[in-house]
């Protein structure tokens, strides 16, 4: 059974940093689309980062290009998303999500596993 499971949110206040991270376990993380997806009440869910491990190609969502990196770990198989200057805007449930085998990011794609969410709240 595969599972992801993502921990390390919690309150800050604006200006801080969080890491995210997303375990997976039943499956490995190579040669899949992963990302991080965020979704605040009323609001849609946004796509946040990805990076396709097959070539460790990131990609970032507009509103957190330069604040937000998108990592892994592939001897733990752990992904990462480190959240910097964090603005209020960015309060959010943050899901980690994984892509089938051999399928680069693309917007359309459509993700086989997701973790529950981990709550990242920034206060100003």
């Known amino acids: 059974q595969v599972q992801l499971v993502e921990s390390g949110g919690g309150s800050v206040m604006a200006g801080g940093s969080l890491r995210l991270s997303c375990t997976a376990s039943?499956?490995?993380?190579?040669?899949?689309?992963l990302g991080w997806f965020r979704q605040a009440p009323g609001k849609e869910r946004e796509a946040v980062a990805t990076?396709?491990?097959?070539?460790?190609?990131?990609s970032y969502g507009d509103s957190v290009k330069g604040r937000f990196t998108i990592s892994r770990d592939r001897v733990k198989n752990m992904l990462y998303l480190q959240m910097n200057s964090l603005k209020p805007e960015d309060t959010a449930m943050y899901y980690c999500a994984a892509g089938p085998r051999w399928v680069a990011c693309r917007p359309t794609l459509e993700y086989n596993y997701w973790g529950q969410g981990t709550q990242v709240t920034v206060s100003s």
């Open positions: 990076i396709y491990t097959g070539n460790d190609n990131p």
């Open positions: 039943g499956t490995t993380y190579s040669n899949r689309c």
